[in-house]
């Protein structure tokens, strides 16, 4: 299991590794969007010889805004456009996989056409990311694509598509945690993950473990269930960043103990 966070976009990117690395996260989840980070101002060589430099491994992040399901249909292609660019900058700095938000901003439309536009446009870049080497990855989103069936309708007709699972957000409008829903289901589509908490309902508070109502424990049980052991991301948002190396700490503890009981003869369990 390696621990990252992400970069903030108003910040220099540099800067961000720096202060990650010194903390002893193993990557960076790095957010290509503006002011600072935005796709076409990124130096891909500063940022591969830095995570070079600091020994870090890096995850690819984009704009959780981009209008992938417009009707406008120039507006959508510019989605992609800023994708396609995305891809090559992560594919410059060494990133193998690249989540992508599921637009549903189509106002007057129903679900069935903001779904078939997401599929166009995830289709459009799969042969891009076939060539920069770089996966796809859909992250789940409150509202419409936060259940193991709201989500097959992206991965089930598009299978080189990845699951980037977020059980912050599989927290939210939802009677409860649907991590264990979604990892029954996809878990076989797994590639990366977002962890911080919050306290159910819309607001995603992006708060440190243990400060709101998820069940981490459970979170990461099911997480070994489905033999998940590469990249997550605390996504724990504060200016203060002894929360997010308290965070650090409580997920690698809740991570070694769930392995230690996994691993337990069966008659000490």
């Known amino acids: 299991m390696l621990i990252g966070a992400m970069n903030h976009p108003a910040n220099d990117a540099i800067?961000?590794?720096a202060w990650m690395a010194d903390m002893g996260l193993d990557f960076i989840d790095m957010t290509l969007e503006p002011p600072a980070s935005a796709s076409w101002r990124a130096d891909t060589r500063a940022i591969g010889?830095?995570?070079q430099r600091f020994r870090m491994e890096v995850v690819g992040h984009t704009a959780f805004y981009l209008p992938l399901a417009?009707?406008?249909?120039?507006?959508?292609r510019g989605a992609v456009l800023e994708l396609r660019r995305c891809l090559q900058a992560f594919s410059e700095i060494g990133a193998r996989w690249m989540n992508v938000h599921p637009d549903r901003n189509a106002p007057m439309h129903d679900r069935t056409f903001f779904i078939r536009q997401n599929i166009v446009s995830i289709t459009d870049l799969l042969p891009d990311a076939e060539r920069y080497g770089v996966g796809?990855?859909?992250?789940?989103?409150?509202?419409e694509y936060n259940t193991p069936a709201q989500l097959s309708d992206l991965l089930d007709p598009i299978p080189e598509l990845g699951l980037h699972l977020d059980i912050g957000h599989a927290n939210l409008l939802t009677p409860y945690n649907m991590t264990e829903d979604i990892l029954q289901r996809h878990g076989s589509r797994l590639r990366?993950?977002?962890?911080?908490?919050?306290?159910?309902?819309?607001?995603?508070?992006?708060?440190?473990?243990?400060?709101?109502?998820?069940?981490?424990a459970a979170a990461v049980r099911a997480l070994q269930a489905c033999r998940y052991d590469a990249t997550i991301t605390l996504e724990v948002f504060t200016p203060d960043r002894h929360y997010l190396a308290y965070s650090r700490d409580v997920l690698q503890r809740v991570?070694?103990?769930?392995?230690?009981?996994?691993?337990?003869?069966?008659s000490t369990r």
Do not use: F, Q, T
């Open 70 to 76: 417009s009707p406008i249909e120039e507006v959508r």
């Open 49 to 51: 010889a830095a995570l």
């Open 15 to 17: 800067d961000e590794i």
């Open 255 to 266: 991570w070694e103990e769930a392995l230690a009981v996994r691993h337990a003869p069966a």
């Open 136 to 143: 796809l990855m859909i992250e789940n989103l409150p509202g």
């Open 192 to 216: 990366h993950v977002h962890l911080h908490d919050n306290k159910g309902g819309s607001a995603d508070l992006h708060l440190p473990l243990g400060a709101g109502n998820i069940d981490v």
